[in-house]
């Protein structure tokens, strides 16, 4: 999936999560990596990668469907948490406390969320050209033109019966 300096893949493998661990930790044995894991038992494992202080690798393998914020994830590569608490709450998965959840996916291509768009919109986008402007969502592959435009009219609706 396309990221602003960053490759993100999303892969299922039949593999249970303690030989993708061990996979990980042999590379992390060299010494390039700082590593932080979190293990679920057998349900999998979340395991972030740090080199000078700068996020390399955040990664979570897990048996059953997980929520990760995505968003939060991507944007830990450029501007990686100060404090042991966000970088806890990353390693879970989330934004951590004092950062709102950007919402459902609706832009894969840049991990762009339902919240993200309709606050966007509360702020003054009133087309799907602002909104990519602004978030970058549906610039890519476009495949999330359709959901932006329904998000839009619903907010310019509610929005309008607000005044």
């Known amino acids: 999936i396309a990221q602003p300096a960053v490759s993100h893949y999303l892969m299922a493998d039949s593999s249970a999560p303690k030989d993708w661990l061990a996979w990980l930790n042999e590379y992390a044995a060299t010494g390039e990596w700082i590593c932080q894991s979190a293990h679920l038992g057998d349900n999998g494992f979340n395991l972030l990668a740090w080199a000078d202080g700068e996020l390399q690798l955040a990664f979570y393998a897990h048996r059953d469907r997980t929520t990760v914020d995505r968003q939060a994830v991507v944007a830990a ?21 004092g950062k709102a959840s950007a919402g459902a996916a609706i832009c894969s291509c840049f991990a762009v969320g339902e919240l993200t768009i309709a ?7 009133t087309s799907v050209q602002q909104l990519g402007a602004q978030l970058k969502c549906g610039t890519n592959c476009g495949s999330c033109i359709p959901e932006l435009k329904k998000i839009l009219a619903e907010q310019i609706a509610f929005n309008s019966g607000m005044s």
């Not at 606050?119 to 986008?125: F, I, L, M, T």
């Open 77 to 97: 590569f450029s501007q990686p948490p100060q404090t042991a608490s966000q970088r806890l709450a990353l390693l879970s998965g989330t934004a951590g406390k």
């Open 119 to 125: 606050d966007a919109v509360r702020q003054g986008c």
